[in-house]
């Protein structure tokens, strides 16, 4: 066996807290090293041609490399040995400079700590064999969970690229939150007349099959390979049949608040959520409908011409094989009447954000008029609390939620066009308006429409007479101020929808601290999930504005195509073996798989049936978890074996 | 601390108005940053600071501005207006509502009843400032 030691000195990275010179000196004494050298930067072409020659003129058969993490520049390395004709797994990475020279200042301790790494990585390397990389074959479909904005566009962006796309919606329709959104800062076109053409899109796309009043309720298998099954909840209405000439709607005899409108108007149990709604269909809302069980109304079957209601549809379980998933789930706004000082649900003239945008739209309640809900007066004095939620670690959300500066503002401008004598008066804490336009916007709303920005927050709403007492703070000239509003809209704050978090938990995808769906890499993978072949869209990863999900669809659709375009996916040699005759059918490795690649069957053996556990290879990740959790040790962590690992941990025991 | 109550009625839109149109300035422009504060060399000789006093007109409390000393401390040395991010000529501001109190006949200060004191004690600038009352 011979070794090739290379330790590389970062520029000064490493060289400053590290003597590079003594620690190739000293790891020429190392078992089995027949070359050892320093290089600059050996991660450069001419570092890596180093090796190269040594490789083939020294006949190398193990690479040391004392760098920075492997993390930054093990598939570099791995690339030079598979370019020699050796396999890429005996290579070992020490990382001399995120756990060495960045983290001490002593340079004789920081070289005799490096010292012992390396020793340790060269008796490790010694122990290794080499693996094989296993292929999958690969489903060339596509599923598309959640059918707002970033659901959408991730949808039309796979379908125009040729794959079949499954899109999955909760609802009875497509558009999501965008659907109610009046217009959208900082251009203030109109929501819905930009995202109707694209969900007509969706719906007559060839590629893609939509699934609305659907879940997901159960996925199997792994990247290129998913088993998904999908509830479809009955609508009650064949969507082939209804003409949508809106019969059964008025003989309804059961009116309920249209969610569509926030609550602001009413609806039958029969319905269509919106007029463009897609797919365009008009369904019965089971819970308020007096005919579906037992049958004691049936008015809307009885006017219904083309006989489109079914009272006993059935929900029924769609079965499908995908090779990606696209989790864009969403978000929901905060619920504010949580926070009890700002009177929302006990003083009727206290809405949200949400509400406001329908309040204002042409296609709302009020027909684009702006009234408040009391008594349907315009409003003349309307005050915009930002922060309604948000960047309050106490008690409500920590985070900032990134839109409502911008929303705040675009409503405040919304209404001065509106009420061209009314005042619009903004609390905030911080104008946040970082965005193409958006700082232009935020000016323009101050300059040209006298909107009036006053940095504190408001402490407390009260009703007074047909008025808002609004309790608040200037910090710009240290008073504290209250005035009367006829209106008070709170810049309600947005977090993880409950179906973020439902498909998160289904999936075992990890959560942050606020329930949003964690990158594989905030940075540099940021459409990207811990679970291979899983990707992440929209706000399901955080609050983002119609721009950003729309561009994070785009990503997650892209890097998703780049696992559907290929026949077949190479997996990473460094997966768990499990020794069968040593393993006792536990079951414990399997409750301590992250990524649920382990499952305990029965196998025949030796004239007996044994429980045995069972790798997926495709699944696993290589963490080790299970190899640590066996109590028999029947288990290999192939690249990490217990021989391996137990040679570098005696060579750190050294003196 | 008690509340000061803001009103945004017909007089404050008055006086919100008169104040942009004396000064051809558009009071809402300015987004608060305080850099006209910061680098006035006689922000410790005023009540206010300068950007405090715009922000004070924006929110229409006319009181308090007419009140404050700042615009009368104002020199006029352009300093602000040279700096503003937002290119509004504060200086014009201070002008407009030096005017404004002399239109109204706000604190009108007659030369010949100040002490002679207080005149050895008052700088030049300040004794401009009066002469600006008086004539108003």
Known sequence: ?655 | MSYEYLKFGKEEKDFIAKIEEISGQNIYSCYQCGKCSAGCVFSDKMDRTVSQLIHLIQIGQKEKVLKSNTHWVCSSCLTCSVRCPRDIDVAALMEAVREYCLREDYEKIIISEISKEALDKLPNIALVSNFRKKTG
């Open chain 1, 1 to 655: 066996m011979k070794i090739g030691v290379y330790v590389c000195e970062c520029g000064s990275n490493i060289a400053s807290t590290v003597d590079v010179e003594d620690l190739v000196e000293q790891a020429k004494e190392f078992p089995y090293v027949e070359v050892s050298r320093v290089y600059k930067y050996v991660c450069s072409d001419p570092g890596q041609v180093l090796i190269k020659q040594d490789i083939e003129e020294k006949q190398l058969d193990r690479i040391v490399v004392a760098a920075c993490s492997p993390r930054m520049h093990e598939p570099t390395f791995r690339a030079v040995l598979e370019d020699m004709g050796l396999n890429p797994y005996v290579l070992e990475i020490v990382n001399i400079r995120e756990q060495v020279s960045w983290v001490h200042d002593d340079k004789s301790k920081g070289t005799a700590k490096a010292a012992s790494l390396l020793k340790g990585a060269v008796l490790r390397a010694s122990l290794m064999h080499p693996l094989e990389r296993k292929k999958v074959g690969v489903t060339h479909n596509a599923l598309v969970i959640g059918g707002g904005i970033a659901g959408i566009q991730a949808s039309l962006d796979l379908a125009d690229m040729g794959f079949d796309t499954t899109l999955v919606e909760k609802s009875a329709t497509i558009g999501g939150k965008m659907s109610q959104l009046d217009k959208t800062f900082p251009t203030l076109d109109c929501s819905q007349c930009i995202l109707s053409p694209k969900m007509v899109d969706v719906n007559r796309h060839p590629n893609i099959d939509l699934l609305a009043l659907s879940e997901v309720v159960e996925v199997d298998g792994y990247v290129g390979n998913f088993k998904v099954k999908i509830k479809k909840n009955p609508s009650y209405v064949l969507a082939d049949k209804c003409t949508l000439c809106d019969d059964c709607v008025p003989v309804c005899p059961v009116i309920e608040h249209d969610e569509y409108n926030q609550g602001f108007s009413p609806r039958r149990a029969i319905y269509i959520p919106y007029p463009q709604a897609v797919p365009a269909s008009y369904l019965i809302d089971p819970n308020s409908c007096l005919g579906i069980d037992p049958l004691i109304c049936s008015k809307c079957k009885d006017v219904c011409g083309p006989e489109a209601i079914d009272f006993d549809m059935k929900p029924e379980i769609i079965e499908k094989e995908v090779g990606a998933i696209i989790v864009a789930t969403g978000y929901e706004p905060y619920p504010i009447e949580n926070i009890g000082e700002y009177g929302y649900g006990t003083i009727p003239d206290v809405i949200s954000g949400l509400d406001f945008e329908r309040i204002v739209s042409a296609s709302g309640p009020t027909d684009g008029t702006i009234r408040r809900p009391s008594d349907g007066k315009i409003p003349k004095t309307v005050v915009f609390v930002h922060c309604a939620g948000s960047r309050d670690p106490s008690k409500h959300l920590p985070y900032c939620s990134k839109v409502c500066c911008m929303y705040a503002t675009k409503h405040a401008l919304q209404y001065k066009h509106l009420v061209h004598d009314g005042t619009a008066i903004n609390f905030f804490i911080d104008i946040r308006t970082a965005g193409k336009d958006y700082e232009e916007f935020y000016q323009r709303a101050a300059e040209e429409d006298q909107v009036i920005y006053i940095r504190g927050k408001v402490s407390e709403v009260f009703q007074d007479g047909d008025k808002i007492l609004v309790k608040g703070a200037d910090t710009l000239t240290g008073e504290t101020v209250e005035l009367h509003a006829d209106l008070v809209v709170l810049a309600t704050g947005l977090m993880p929808s409950a179906g973020t978090k439902e498909i998160a938990s289904l999936l075992n995808l990890s959560v942050g601290m606020n329930g949003f769906i964690r990158e594989a890499h905030p940075k540099l993978k940021p459409v990207d999930t811990a679970i291979s072949g899983v990707f992440v869209a929209g706000t399901a990863t955080g609050p983002k504005d119609i721009p950003d999900a729309v561009s994070s669809a785009s990503g997650a659709a892209s890097r998703a195509a780049g696992i559907l375009a290929q026949d077949e996916l190479e997996i990473e040699g460094t997966v768990a073996q499990v020794d069968e005759d040593l393993c006792r059918g536990c079951g414990l490795c399997a409750e301590a798989c992250p990524y649920s690649a382990i499952e305990i069957n029965a196998i025949n053996k030796y004239g007996h049936a044994l429980r045995v556990a069972f790798v997926n290879e495709a699944l696993c990740k290589g963490c080790g978890s299970c190899a640590a959790a066996c109590l028999n040790g029947a288990i290999n962590q192939l690249g990490y074996t217990d021989s391996q690992i137990l040679a570098l941990i005696g060579a750190l025991g050294e003196e």
